[in-house]
Nanobody
Framework: QVQLVESGGGLVQAGGSLRLSCAAS????????MDWYRQAPGKQREFVAL???????NYAESVTGRFTISRDNAKNLVYLQMNSLKPDDTAVYYC?????????WGQGTQVTVSS
């Protein structure tokens, strides 16, 4: 069973930055893509960003220009650098790994942005 463990969440003031990490229990080369999603209280989980095995990236419109997704294949890590954070970014952030026949979720890390 693949394990995804997120870290790096916390409390930050608006305008600040955080870097989230997602550590995979197996080589991330085995996944077609790795994503970040988020879920705010009372809202549905929403897509934030993804990076393919080939390094292509895609972002939700709401975070484009502020967030950057990257990967370290040697360390089996995926990062989400979040800059210019806004209170609306407050949510639990989840790592998501897409394999050919299945997918895996992490347990999430809380990000809280104060105004």
């Amino acid at each position: 069973q693949v394990q995804l463990v997120e870290s790096g969440g916390g409390l930050v003031q608006a305008g600040g930055s955080l870097r989230l990490s997602c550590a995979a229990s197996q080589s991330i080369w085995s996944f077609n893509a790795m994503d970040w999603y988020r879920q705010a209280p009372g809202k549905q989980r929403e897509f934030v960003a993804l990076i393919t095995s080939g390094g292509q990236t895609n972002y939700a419109e709401s975070v484009t220009g502020r967030f950057t997704i990257s990967r370290d294949n040697a360390k089996n890590l995926v990062y989400l650098q979040m800059n210019s954070l806004k209170p609306d970014d407050t949510a639990v952030y989840y790592c998501y790994a897409r394999a050919t026949m299945t997918a895996y979720w992490g347990q999430g890390t809380q990000v809280t942005v104060s105004s």
